[in-house]
């Protein structure tokens, strides 16, 4: 399974459901994730909450993450998409970054440097494995 694709469409899924939250189990990768997403505006806020586990006194850290809508309550977030997956990663250069919808989207890297969005990638001269694609 999958844990980045799972978390892409649990947001998808509460996007198009018109869900005010979200809530998916943490990590370092998915923070990360998140706070790009709310940097760039495609999501209002997130945190990390404690949740309770399925035995009694665990207690795990889930991240609930807020959706941004506009005035006529339609997500800001038109389409996630994982393009490199566990059975096929899609590694590019710095020369090779790809464009999401002409500039109007963003494409999510793994570098060296830690996780860039494509233009600050690019910015930084760094490829790395091209995560997903958000518009």
């Known amino acids: 399974m999958d844990p980045i694709a799972d978390m892409l469409t649990r947001i998808r899924?509460?996007?198009m459901a018109g869900h005010?939250?979200?809530v998916c189990p943490s990590s370092k990768v998915k923070k990360s994730i998140v706070s790009i997403l709310e940097r760039e505006g495609f999501?209002?806020?997130w945190q990390e909450?404690?949740?309770q586990g399925v035995r009694k006194g665990t207690v795990l850290k889930a991240l609930e993450?807020?959706?941004?809508?506009?005035?006529d309550h339609t997500s800001i977030l038109r389409g996630l998409k994982?393009?490199?997956k566990p059975s096929r990663r899609y590694y590019v250069g710095a020369d090779d970054i790809p464009r999401v919808r002409n500039g109007l989207?963003?494409?999510i890297l793994t570098t060296n440097k830690g996780l860039l969005t494509d233009q600050e990638a690019r910015a930084a001269s760094v490829g790395g494995e091209?995560?997903?694609y958000i518009w």
Request: glycine share 4%.
């Open 13 to 15: 899924n509460s996007a």
């Open 20 to 22: 005010e939250k979200m």
């Open 43 to 45: 999501i209002a806020n």
């Open 49 to 51: 909450v404690d949740t």
């Open 65 to 71: 993450v807020s959706l941004r809508y506009d005035e």
């Open 82 to 84: 994982r393009i490199s």
């Open 105 to 107: 989207g963003i494409a």
């Open 130 to 132: 091209v995560l997903c």
